[in-house]
């Protein structure tokens, strides 16, 4: 990792927290201010009154927590020191023209320690989790010799990882059958601006 290669995560980061606020005002604006002239609708009709509205919109935020979208959640990882995690004991380098270092294509958040050490990635649209290349793996795993580019440095799940009762890895670990691979690229799935009303 370069030296600026910090400063320009946080950039990014930045930009993408700003971007994501300034739409989500937009679309607060917008939600707020058509509830507003629906309520004030029916009121004047005289369809339904305050009282129930309140307990409409109770009912109703209590649903839309439980709806609250994945990638809208901050995820970390919740281990102790990655630094005293034991081995699992696998002889990565002899298997890995079988399985093609595939743990390094599966999904997982970083930890506090991680990102205090400012050393492994993660997406910015999607805070804490291991950020990875459109091939599916780990922007770290080396696509020609899918070694580790942080290893000092390797997150708590790398470092606790086995691999050995994984049927994603293995058909059967001890005679070294791997399962079919199956690493999918990953879209980065960017949000078109919201449409203003028009006045
Ligand atoms: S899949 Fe298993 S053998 Fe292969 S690199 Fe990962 S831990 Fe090592
Ligand atoms: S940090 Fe290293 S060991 Fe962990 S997934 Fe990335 S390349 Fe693999």
Same mark, same amino acid.
């Given at each position: 990792?370069?030296?600026?290669?910090?400063?320009?995560?946080?950039?990014?980061?930045?930009?993408?927290?700003?971007?994501?606020?300034?739409?989500?005002?937009?679309?607060?604006?917008?939600?707020?201010?058509?509830?507003?002239? #629906?309520?004030? +609708?029916?009121?004047?009709?005289?369809?339904?009154?305050?009282?129930?509205?309140?307990?409409?919109?109770?009912?109703?935020?209590?649903?839309?927590?439980?709806?609250?979208?994945?990638?809208?959640?901050?995820?970390?990882?919740?281990?102790?020191?990655?630094?005293?995690?034991?081995?699992?004991?696998?002889?990565?380098?002899?298997?890995?023209?079988?399985?093609?270092?595939?743990?390094?294509?599966?999904?997982?958040? #970083?930890?506090?320690?991680?990102?205090?050490?400012?050393?492994?990635?993660?997406?910015?649209?999607?805070?804490?989790?291991? +950020?990875?290349?459109?091939?599916?793996?780990?922007?770290?795993?080396?696509?020609?010799?899918?070694?580790?580019?942080?290893?000092?440095?390797?997150?708590?799940?790398?470092?606790?990882?086995?691999?050995?009762?994984?049927?994603?890895?293995?058909?059967?670990?001890?005679?070294?059958?791997?399962?079919?691979?199956?690493?999918?690229?990953?879209?980065?799935?960017?949000?078109?601006? +919201?449409?203003?009303?028009?006045?």
């Amino acid at each position: 990792m370069s030296d600026d290669e910090p400063v320009r995560d946080l950039t990014s980061a930045l930009r993408f927290l700003q971007v994501a606020v300034a739409r989500q005002r937009e679309d607060h604006e917008r939600v707020d201010a058509t509830l507003e002239a #629906l309520m004030a +609708a029916l009121i004047e009709a005289g369809v339904i009154t305050d009282e129930a509205i309140d307990d409409h919109l109770m009912v109703a935020s209590r649903t839309a927590r439980q709806r609250r979208p994945e990638e809208l959640s901050v995820r970390l990882w919740s281990g102790d020191d990655k630094y005293a995690i034991p081995d699992p004991g696998i002889d990565c380098e002899a298997r890995m023209h079988l399985c093609q270092g595939r743990c390094c294509s599966f999904d997982f958040p #970083l930890s506090e320690q991680d990102l205090d050490e400012g050393q492994v990635r993660w997406r910015h649209h999607q805070p804490y989790m291991i +950020a990875q290349r459109e091939d599916g793996y780990c922007v770290h795993n080396d696509p020609a010799t899918r070694g580790c580019g942080v290893y000092a440095h390797r997150p708590g799940t790398c470092r606790q990882y086995s691999c050995r009762t994984d049927k994603r890895v293995w058909i059967d670990f001890e005679a070294r059958i791997p399962a079919p691979l199956d690493v999918r690229p990953r879209l980065i799935e960017i949000r078109r601006p +919201a449409k203003k009303p028009t006045p």
